[in-house]
C-alpha cells in the first residue's frame, strides 16, 4: 500500500503506518503545496491514501487525479478543505481527527481571553522596548473576566471544555448559541440557551465562536452582529477565519464598536487583512489553538488509524461523509 502524506506530521503516526508496510511518501516542502503541486505528487505513483492538512483543498480535480485512493485523511479536526461531494461520489472515505484537541483549543481560546483582558501582549512588548521604568498606578489597565458573560457560538466538544474552564474557572455566567441544546453545560454549568445569534451578541462580555466551518457559518459574524455586540465586548476566534468578516472586524476595533479580539484563524490565511497587525487591541495568533504535543499526537495517531482501517477494508473510525 502506497501512502502520500502531503506535510510532515508528529513521528508517532507515521510510525503506526511503517509498522504495517506501507510505503510512504512524504511531501519534502516544508509548506501547504499548492494544489498544482499536489496534482502533481498524486499522478507519480498509484497512491492507496492520502493524509491532508487543513490547507489541502480536496476537490474534483485531485480526486481525479488519484484513481486508486481509498481515503482522504485529514490531520484536523475541520474538514472544510473538503469538497465532500466530489469525495463522495466516488465512494471514497473522507475522515477528520477529533477527540484529541478540544482540550487545547479550550486552553488557547481562554489563553487569548486572558491574554486580551490582562493586556499580555502589549505589557511584554513594553517591557522588551525598555520602556518600564517603575510600577505606575495607571499603567496598561485591563479588566476582569470574573463574573462576565460568556457567549458561545457552537457548544460542541471545544465550546464546552471552554465553558467549563470560564464558569469553574471565573465564575463566568454561559449564553450559548447551537442549532442543538446542549443539555450537558446547561445542567452541569448554568448554560442559557439563546435562541437566536443576536440575543446572545447583546448580552455577551466575551463572544468566542466554536463552530464548524460550513456555508450556513460564512460570515456568520458580520458588520451588523458587531453593531449589536456590547462596546465593552471582545470576541475570540480559534475556529476558522471565514466564520467572521475579517475587514469588518477591523472596522470594528479600529471605530470602538467592540473593545478588543483575540483570534487565532484568518479568512484568507496565512494573508491577513490589512491594518488588522497594526492594532494594540487584538492579539493574533498564527492558527495554533491545537498545537500541543498531546493535540498533534493525538491528531497523528488518529489521522494513521483511519488510514490503516481503510486500507484493511473496514470502514475509518472519523468518517466524515
Ligand atoms: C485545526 O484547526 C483543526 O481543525 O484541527
Ligand atoms: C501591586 O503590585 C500591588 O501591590 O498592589
Same mark, same amino acid.
Given at each position: 500500500?502506497?501512502?502520500f502524506v502531503?506535510?510532515?506530521?508528529?513521528e508517532?503516526?507515521?510510525?503506526m503506518?511503517?509498522?504495517?508496510?506501507y510505503?510512504?511518501? $512524504?511531501?519534502p516542502?516544508?509548506?501547504?503545496?499548492t494544489?498544482?503541486e499536489?496534482?502533481?505528487f498524486?499522478?507519480?505513483?498509484?497512491?492507496?491514501?492520502?493524509? &491532508?492538512?487543513l490547507?489541502?483543498? $480536496?476537490?474534483?480535480?485531485v480526486?481525479?487525479v488519484?484513481?486508486n485512493?481509498k481515503?482522504?485523511?485529514?490531520?484536523?479536526?475541520?474538514?472544510?478543505n473538503?469538497?465532500?461531494?466530489?469525495?463522495?461520489?466516488k465512494? =471514497?472515505f473522507?475522515?477528520?481527527t477529533?477527540?484529541?484537541?478540544?482540550?487545547s483549543?479550550?486552553e488557547?481560546?481562554?489563553?487569548?481571553?486572558?491574554?486580551?483582558?490582562?493586556?499580555?501582549?502589549?505589557?511584554?512588548q513594553?517591557?522588551?522596548?525598555?520602556?518600564?521604568?517603575?510600577?505606575?498606578?495607571?499603567?496598561?489597565?485591563?479588566?476582569?473576566?470574573? +463574573?462576565? &458573560?460568556? +457567549?458561545?457560538?457552537?457548544?460542541?466538544?471545544?465550546?464546552?471544555h471552554?465553558?467549563?474552564?470560564?464558569?469553574?474557572g471565573?465564575?463566568?455566567?454561559?449564553?450559548?448559541?447551537? $442549532?442543538a441544546?446542549?443539555?450537558? =453545560?446547561?445542567?452541569?454549568l448554568?448554560a442559557?440557551?439563546?435562541?437566536?445569534i443576536?440575543?446572545?451578541?447583546?448580552?455577551?462580555?466575551?463572544?468566542?465562536?466554536?463552530t464548524?466551518?460550513?456555508p450556513?457559518?460564512?460570515h456568520l459574524l458580520?458588520?451588523?452582529?458587531?453593531?449589536?455586540?456590547?462596546?465593552?465586548?471582545i470576541?475570540?476566534?480559534? @475556529?476558522r +477565519?471565514?466564520v467572521?468578516d475579517?475587514?469588518?472586524?477591523?472596522?470594528?476595533?479600529?471605530?470602538g464598536? =467592540?473593545?478588543?479580539?483575540?483570534?487565532?484563524?484568518?479568512?484568507k490565511?496565512?494573508e491577513? &487583512?490589512?491594518?488588522l497587525?497594526?492594532?494594540?487591541?487584538?492579539?493574533?495568533t498564527?492558527?495554533?489553538?491545537?498545537?500541543?504535543?498531546?493535540?498533534?499526537? +493525538?491528531?497523528?495517531?488518529?489521522?494513521a @488509524?483511519?488510514?490503516?482501517?481503510?486500507?484493511?477494508?473496514?470502514?475509518?473510525?472519523?468518517v466524515?461523509?
Open positions: 500500500m502506497k501512502i502531503t506535510r510532515t506530521i508528529p508517532v503516526g507515521l510510525a503506518l511503517r509498522e504495517k508496510g510505503e510512504i511518501d $512524504i511531501s516542502k516544508n509548506r501547504p503545496l494544489k498544482r499536489l496534482i502533481k498524486l499522478k507519480k505513483k498509484p497512491y492507496d491514501a492520502v493524509v &491532508t492538512t490547507s489541502d483543498e $480536496i476537490d474534483e480535480k480526486v481525479a488519484a484513481p485512493v481515503i482522504f485523511s485529514n490531520y484536523a479536526v475541520g474538514f472544510n473538503f469538497d465532500l461531494k466530489a469525495i463522495g461520489d465512494n =471514497i473522507a475522515t477528520n477529533p477527540g484529541t484537541s478540544d482540550e483549543v479550550a488557547h481560546a481562554v489563553s487569548l481571553m486572558l491574554a486580551v483582558a490582562h493586556r499580555i501582549v502589549e505589557g511584554d513594553f517591557v522588551r522596548d525598555g520602556k518600564y521604568t517603575g510600577w505606575d498606578p495607571m499603567l496598561l489597565t485591563g479588566f476582569d473576566l470574573r +463574573g462576565l &458573560t460568556l +457567549g458561545l457560538v457552537g457548544a460542541g466538544a471545544i465550546g464546552k471552554v465553558a467549563a474552564i470560564c464558569k469553574n471565573f465564575g463566568m455566567n454561559i449564553v450559548y448559541f447551537d $442549532i441544546r446542549n443539555e450537558e =453545560i446547561e445542567k452541569n448554568g442559557r440557551f439563546a435562541t437566536d443576536n440575543q446572545l451578541l447583546s448580552e455577551a462580555d466575551v463572544v468566542s465562536l466554536h464548524p466551518l460550513c450556513s457559518t460564512e458580520n458588520a451588523e452582529h458587531f453593531a449589536k455586540m456590547k462596546k465593552t465586548a470576541l475570540i476566534n480559534t @475556529s +477565519g471565514p467572521v475579517e475587514k469588518a472586524l477591523l472596522e470594528a476595533l479600529k471605530n464598536t =467592540i473593545r478588543a479580539a483575540g483570534i487565532d484563524v484568518y479568512e490565511e496565512p491577513i &487583512t490589512r491594518g497587525t497594526k492594532l494594540d487591541n487584538v492579539v493574533l498564527p492558527h495554533t489553538a491545537s498545537a500541543t504535543q498531546i493535540a498533534r499526537d +493525538g491528531m497523528s495517531k488518529i489521522a @488509524s483511519n488510514v490503516i482501517a481503510a486500507l484493511e477494508g473496514q470502514v475509518p473510525p472519523n466524515v461523509k
